[in-house]
């Protein structure tokens, strides 16, 4: 995604050993990561180590562009699987260089990284949590607030649609759902799914 001439800005290098952490989930970062040789794990951890991976990268590869560009913590934990060698090129010198570029090009570096970011986030989301909890971010996410200060979703896609976007069967979200009403975390049926209880649903999702 980003273009070579990011290279010729200073930049510090960085050896890192097997079983090093290059990069933490959640947590924002002061750098944009350029991975000039190794490779490097995708993932979760849990403690120590990955419980779940996502898969691998190999240099030269930027890692977790997408972040840097939106301003956003990494979604991912990334580990040294092999001996890495990095370039860490600061944000703020990142920052300088997206501002230099025309107005249409940060568009859609933007654009394609806005796509990108909801992709990987839905990729975390299915593997860090459960049924139950994503369907509750889910709601939470797509909820809207009346003026008389309700908040309620309206379903304005089929059931296995969305069943389908949270990495479910249609026949799991409709007993998700149920469940959730019996906890009396929402109510309603049909088209408008009203959230009783928003604190709980976050709890539940972990957000």
Same mark, same amino acid.
């Given at each position: 995604?980003?273009?070579?001439?990011? !290279?010729?800005? =200073?930049?510090?290098?960085?050896? %890192?050993?097997?079983?090093? *952490? $290059? #990069? &933490? @989930?959640?947590?924002?970062? /002061?750098?944009?990561?350029?991975?000039?040789?190794?490779?490097?794990?995708?993932?979760?951890?849990?403690?120590?180590?990955?419980?779940?991976?996502?898969?691998?990268?190999?240099?030269?590869?930027?890692?977790?562009?997408?972040?840097?560009? !939106?301003?956003? =913590?990494?979604?991912?934990?990334? %580990?040294?699987?092999?001996? *890495? $060698? #990095? &370039? @860490?090129?600061?944000?703020? /010198?990142?920052?300088?260089?997206?501002?230099?570029?025309?107005?249409?090009?940060?568009?859609?570096?933007?654009?394609?990284?806005?796509?990108?970011?909801?992709?990987?986030?839905?990729?975390?989301?299915?593997?860090?949590?459960?049924?139950?909890?994503?369907?509750?971010?889910?709601?939470?996410?797509?909820?809207?607030?009346?003026?008389?200060?309700?908040?309620?979703?309206?379903?304005?896609?089929?059931?296995?649609?969305?069943?389908?976007?949270?990495?479910?069967?249609?026949?799991?979200?409709?007993?998700?759902?149920?469940?959730?009403?019996?906890?009396?975390?929402?109510?309603?049926?049909?088209?408008?799914?009203?959230?009783?209880?928003?604190?709980?649903?976050?709890?539940?999702?972990?957000?």
């Amino acid at each position: 995604m980003l273009p070579n001439e990011l !290279l010729n800005l =200073p930049a510090r290098r960085v050896s %890192v050993e097997p079983g090093g *952490v $290059v #990069l &933490r @989930r959640t947590v924002m970062g /002061d750098a944009v990561v350029h991975v000039e040789s190794g490779r490097i794990a995708l993932g979760l951890m849990d403690g120590e180590g990955l419980t779940h991976l996502l898969g691998t990268v190999v240099g030269p590869f930027w890692l977790e562009a997408t972040a840097a560009i !939106l301003g956003r =913590p990494s979604l991912v934990d990334a %580990v040294a699987e092999t001996p *890495v $060698v #990095l &370039r @860490r090129l600061p944000l703020l /010198d990142f920052a300088a260089w997206m501002n230099s570029l025309p107005e249409s090009a940060q568009v859609v570096l933007r654009d394609v990284a806005t796509a990108h970011w909801q992709q990987a986030e839905l990729a975390v989301s299915r593997l860090a949590k459960d049924a139950e909890a994503r369907c509750a971010e889910w709601l939470l996410r797509h909820a809207q607030t009346s003026a008389q200060g309700a908040v309620a979703v309206m379903l304005q896609q089929r059931k296995r649609l969305i069943a389908a976007q949270l990495g479910i069967a249609p026949e799991t979200l409709s007993r998700v759902l149920r469940h959730l009403r019996e906890r009396s975390l929402i109510s309603g049926s049909g088209r408008v799914v009203n959230l009783v209880d928003p604190i709980g649903l976050r709890s539940l999702a972990g957000v």
